[in-house]
């Protein structure tokens, strides 16, 4: 017998749980469906929110052949021999098949350049699944070659719903004597996940089989799941939530706060490259030039931790977060890189004024590239006052030193002292 997941599984975009951004009427991803001009794409969201089922119904909606390949277990000869029998199968003026590759962030480099021709050439329509951030996990000349659509985690109602259907749609449920009265037990213990919502209801609903009424309360299925409410869930939505309490913990300066939800992800088996990233990322976004040395602990100790591997990499990992949450904070680099993309996104692109532009040529000469532009080296103290920005920017301020830690004081005074009342706070 199919599992539960599996017989409930939608095969229209109408039946489908969640991802209305994406897929509601008029949303994106359908009306690309729908026109049948559909770009390559990789969905990147937590597990169970139906990246594989969305896939799969583009396949359907569209009429086209599908192939599914998992990073798990599939080789660069996989890659090459599907994309051979996808070509073969292609007529002329028909749309291109769909190649769905799961867990595509488990790719190395060579598995992911082989995709490269047939995506470009119209071959297959690449569709990729991940869990984690596709900017570090999948090349950038594949990158360019797909949009990136983010899948949600699904919502209360959402599961809720999912509960109710299945007990009066599935040929085997709605033959049953079911009454649920806790809904967020049987939700909670799903992580979110909507596959293990499934799976756990399935479980519960064992009895009923028998013919005997079950009423789903919060005594009767957390007796029957046997799971530690407490346990860290890797891949269930607990996975993102102890990870922000591990950075909360490192920005809030709490060392104990943060070697504990540091335990907590340890403990759960979670991946080495996961927690170091987010160690190295809260290094720079929430310490930054408050501690510039931050970073470099953080980077070494992420090399270093995947150097040594499990267990003596918590260690590792447990001195960088430790040293983290006790340095200064200060966030202005992260505020000041936000305030310029605003800027970019608000002014357009602004020409380079001509003292800055590069002259490698007579007729760039001719047309006053870089002229007047003064080398800093040649005036004392290696520096002369001249304006950097586009001239509609001009004035701007978008890095504006905080004086609460003595590193960034000292910047202040420095930017004070050589550009006066323009880095003035």
Request: proline letters at 5%.
């Amino acid at each position: 017998m199919q599992p539960l997941a599996e017989r409930m599984r939608p095969t229209t975009l109408d039946e489908y749980v969640g991802q209305q951004h994406l897929v509601g009427k008029g949303a994106v991803l359908r009306r690309a469906i729908e026109t049948g001009r559909l770009p390559s794409f990789i969905l990147w969201g937590p597990p169970g929110v139906g990246k594989t089922t969305l896939a799969r119904i583009v396949a359907n909606q569209l009429e086209v052949p599908f192939y599914m390949l998992s990073a798990i277990n599939s080789g660069v000869k996989d890659v090459r021999d599907t994309i051979d029998k996808a070509k073969r199968g292609k007529f002329f003026e028909s749309a291109s098949p769909i190649l769905f590759i799961d867990e595509i962030h488990r790719f190395s480099k060579s598995q992911q350049d082989s995709l490269l021709g047939a995506v470009e050439a119209g071959t297959v329509t690449l569709i990729g699944a991940t869990t984690e951030n596709p900017s570090f996990e999948v090349i950038p000349a594949l990158l360019s070659r797909a949009q990136v659509y983010v899948l949600q985690p699904l919502g209360r109602e959402e599961l809720t719903g999912m509960i109710d259907r299945a007990l009066a749609e599935d040929i085997y449920l709605q033959k049953m004597d079911v009454e649920v009265k806790d809904y967020d037990t049987l939700i909670r213990f799903s992580g979110g996940d909507g596959r293990r919502l499934y799976n756990v209801l399935e479980l519960v609903t064992h009895e009923a089989a028998d013919g005997q009424k079950v009423v789903l309360d919060t005594a009767y299925i957390t007796s029957r799941v046997q799971e530690n409410m407490a346990r860290y869930d890797k891949t269930g939505e607990q996975h993102y939530d102890i990870a922000s309490a591990l950075i909360k913990s490192i920005r809030g300066s709490d060392p104990n706060g943060a070697v504990y939800w540091l335990a907590r992800m340890i403990e759960g088996g979670e991946d080495l490259k996961f927690i170091a990233r987010r160690l190295v990322i809260a290094a720079s976004e929430d310490i930054g030039l408050a501690n510039p040395n931050a970073l470099l602990m953080a980077t070494t100790a992420a090399q270093a931790a995947q150097m040594v591997g499990y267990p003596e990499a918590r260690i590792i990992l447990s001195q960088a977060a430790v040293y983290l949450a006790t340095s200064p904070k200060s966030n202005s680099s992260y505020q000041a890189i936000g305030a310029a993309q605003q800027a970019v996104r608000a002014s357009g692109d602004l020409p380079v004024p001509l003292h800055l532009r590069n002259a490698p040529t007579k007729l760039m000469k001719q047309l006053d590239y870089g002229k007047d532009y003064n080398y800093s080296h040649d005036n004392p103290g290696n520096f002369r006052a001249q304006e950097y920005l586009p001239d509609a920017l001009s004035g701007t301020a978008f890095f504006k030193p905080q004086r609460n830690n003595p590193t960034e004081l000292k910047i202040a005074e420095r930017m004070q002292q050589l550009w006066g009342d323009k880095y003035r706070s």
